[in-house]
């Protein structure tokens, strides 16, 4: 399964933390030819330093034209994973601002689309597309309705897409909650309970490690008959 990945063009959007920075880590070990993209330039330093073989370009994927840029030098890509992150959106839909919500959209709803509708032209037809979404897309949990239409927007289009861009296939994983470093702006403590709380709600009893998410977007990247879906990594959600 290794060979499968060996040398091929992979393109990580949101590739320098958590998920998509697991998945890097793991495509180094395939041999594979990893461009990453995010914005903090710390994150990048970093990454230049731990993983000398990855391409990492410092970008905000709100910015068409510099994406535009990107994808016409690296051309001829065999797989796009979109994992950037958004934030904003969560709460109860009677009091959520709106304009949190807008800003949710503005922080991956449309990253998301943009980095894929750029990439389109320069992704080899025997490739693939994984975007990640989120489990409050279809879980039904109270106060997150505002992140149920962000990610549900996404995962409605696949099915739409991977008769469109045919034979390219695309698909999307759909995480639970995950110990990444986008939990960060929680106080330790407070992190640590939502976790506890969390994992009473899952089959596993505990939070996901981005390396098990990691391994399912790895798996449909190498899986060519997995087309136009959309699979959970979150443990068994209750
Ligand atoms: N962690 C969870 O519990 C969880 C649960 C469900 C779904 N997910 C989804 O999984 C995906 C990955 O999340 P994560 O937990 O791995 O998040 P993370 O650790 O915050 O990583 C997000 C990555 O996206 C990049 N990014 C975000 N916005 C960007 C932009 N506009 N332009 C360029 N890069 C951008 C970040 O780079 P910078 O830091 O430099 O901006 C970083 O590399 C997201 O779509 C998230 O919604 C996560």
Redesign the pocket.
Known sequence: MARQLENRKIVI?????????ALAAILVQDKALVT?????PA??EKLKIDFPGINAIG????DRSALDDLFRKEKEIDHLVV????GKGGGMFKTLSLSDLREGFE??FW?HVNVLQAALPYMRPTGSITL?????ATAKLPGTAGLAAI?GALELMVPILSGELAPLRINAV??????????DFLPEAVKEQTFSEFALKVAAGR??R?EE?ADTIRFLLTTEYINGVIVGCHGGLK
């Open positions: 959007a949101g590739g320098t933390s958590g998920i998509g920075l990453v993209i995010g914005r903090d994150k990048i970008l905000d994927a709100r994992a950037l992150s958004g922080s991956k990253p990640i979404t989120a489990i409050s990610n759909s995480p639970g909650i995950i110990d990444t470093p986008w939990w939070v996901g981005p998410v």
